[in-house]
């Protein structure tokens, strides 16, 4: 029986080797920079004081007291 | 806050939680999220439109301009294009800086790119409106005006890319790595979907299969990536509480890298494409429980002794309502692509339920979440009414679930239907009236929550606000 979708299936498996291999190199990339790592955390503590402009905006909420 | 930091994470010193002194200057972000603000309400008289048509098919039906045909791609290009993936750009371009801890790259060329954008925007009201298209899902800009998409584009991932070559630290926050895979996820994405489906050869079941690949991955990879960057970084900003786990976030977003750009095709399920194709694709979809869950847990757990907040913090209602809704569309793409539920659900008023549920309940709650946190922020000032933020929130909230519900219930029982070949088709139609009215009605309450979010946005960035003398500094 022929299958006539092989056309695009070829185009868009092409595709999805590209980024899937882009995926795993990134992914190893990742591996080696210590994003999985005992540092790993630091990112989500630096952001939070990421803006010297800040102001505060909002009467209530995002001035409330915070769990440590 | 830094002695706060220092006691969670011993191990982080204070030099490196303290930001960069230099002053954004935030004008891209000003002129796209205006834009954005701007397209929503517009598009959204488009919505109305098209939904009093369910109702009411001779409603405005001899004028070629107001035609099913020509508003149903104007406003779902609009939405997407003109309002989502505008308001998702000019966060990024607020989002992205202060996560490097640099200036922008080039505020100018953020600025070509904007006026670009609008050039974009108002060529595809007019082009759809006058019926040049292409009649292919999500891609029906006419060409040239896709072509200036890609450039476009171009523009956008030069600045963001440069800006992130430069930046102070070296490990990049989730934010920083979702943000890229957008932008490189969309240029594959969005050039199958506009020009390899133009190729020659390309015809049939083969341009539907790559329109499908394209128009679920523009959901999958363009707006997922974009809004979840934007949710990671506005729920512990809005919140000011660190999210729960750097590491699970990383696992989520590889995992969203592997498994999502193959689920397109369950679009096409008992359709005439190949069975070996359609198991990979529900396989796949499958799989996409893990970076939901992922996703959902984070933000669910970052929230752990925080929910008082909901109370008196609108951006954080929005982002917290959007994760719910992320969690129940997630739960049910994978459970639709299976062949049973699909029999019965698909091409029916379930989809636009479920779609609707994803872009609006979602997408556009977590993109409302971060204007309302930008705009007062970038203008330095505050918002010009808390109320009218929360009227808008419960009004997008209530018409939200009203239509998703009755969408969802509609499109059961228009399966349902369409499963007993004794039902004549018109009746199937005819039975849906109730269902389409809810839907306008529903469509009434989300559109008045877009004109108060206009109204506060625009107002806030007009100078109705309360000026801010001196920025925070601690």
């Given at each position: ?35 999985l ?32 | ?38 397209y ?28 099913y045909?020509?508003m ?95 930046r ?22 969005y ?35 974009a ?58 979809s ?9 996703v ?102 209530v ?38 009215m809810?839907?306008?009605?529903s469509g ?31």
């Amino acid at each position: 029986m022929t299958d006539f979708t092989y056309p695009s299936v070829y185009f868009s498996y092409f595709l999805f080797v590209l980024l899937a291999g882009g995926a795993v190199f990134f992914f190893v990339r990742s591996l080696k920079d210590g994003y999985l790592g005992p540092n790993s955390e630091e990112p989500k503590y630096r952001m939070l004081k990421d803006d010297p402009d800040d102001v505060e905006t909002q009467p209530t909420g995002a001035g409330a007291p915070r769990r440590p | 806050m830094a002695e706060a930091v220092k006691a969670i994470q011993p191990g982080i010193s204070s030099t490196a939680a303290v930001a960069s002194p230099e002053i954004h200057h935030d004008t891209t972000v000003k002129w796209f999220l205006l834009g954005a603000v701007g397209y929503f309400a517009i598009v959204g008289i488009i919505a109305l439109i098209i939904a009093a048509k369910f109702v009411w098919p001779q409603f405005l039906g001899t004028i070629p301009y107001f035609t099913y045909g020509r508003m149903r791609p104007l406003h779902v290009n609009g939405m997407l294009f003109g309002w989502l993936l505008a308001a998702d750009m000019g966060l990024a371009y607020y989002i992205v800086p202060r996560l490097c801890g640099v200036k922008l790259w080039s505020e100018k060329l953020g600025i070509a790119t904007s006026i670009l954008w609008n050039i974009i925007i108002l060529s595809a009201i007019v082009t759809l409106l006058g019926g040049y298209q292409k009649g292919l899902e999500y891609a029906d800009l006419p060409t040239p005006v896709a072509v200036l998409v890609v450039i476009a584009w171009v523009m956008f991932g030069v600045n963001i890319f440069a800006t992130i070559a430069t930046r102070k630290y070296n490990q990049m926050y989730v934010s920083t790595w979702y943000l890229m895979g957008t932008i490189l996820w969309t240029a594959f994405v969005y050039l199958t979907g506009n020009f390899a489906t133009l190729l020659p050869g390309i015809t049939g079941v083969n341009q539907a299969n790559l329109t499908w690949m394209y128009t679920h991955n523009a959901v999958g990879l363009i707006f997922t990536p974009a809004g979840l960057a934007v949710a990671y970084y506005f729920i512990p900003r809005a919140s000011n509480t660190p999210l729960f786990s750097h590491k699970l976030s990383m696992v989520g977003f590889w995992s969203l890298a592997f498994v999502y750009v193959w689920t397109g095709a369950h679009h096409m399920i008992h359709g005439p494409i190949s069975q070996w194709l359609q198991t990979i694709s529900i396989v796949f979809s499958i799989m996409l429980l893990i970076p939901v869950w992922a996703v959902v847990y984070n933000f669910i757990a970052t929230m752990k002794g925080e929910w008082h907040q909901l109370s008196d913090n609108v951006s954080l209602k929005f982002l917290m309502s959007g994760t719910v809704f992320y969690l129940l569309t997630c739960f049910q793409g994978p459970m639709h692509s299976l062949r049973s539920v699909n029999a019965i659900v698909s091409k029916t008023d379930w989809i636009p339920g479920h779609a609707h549920m994803a872009v609006l309940g979602t997408f556009s709650f977590i993109a409302m979440a971060g204007v309302y946190y930008v705009i007062p922020r970038v203008f330095k000032t505050t918002l010009h009414s808390e109320a009218a933020a929360n009227w808008s929130f419960w009004l997008f909230l209530v018409g939200g679930l009203g239509m998703f519900t009755a969408l969802w219930l509609g499109g059961f029982w228009q399966g349902w239907q369409w499963n007993n070949p004794s039902i004549p088709f018109i009746d199937t139609v005819v039975a849906l009236k109730p269902v389409w009215m809810v839907r306008f009605f529903s469509g009434i309450l989300i559109f008045s929550g877009i004109v108060l979010f206009l109204y506060n946005i625009w107002s806030t960035a007009l100078g109705s606000g309360k000026a801010q003398a001196e920025p925070v500094r601690s």
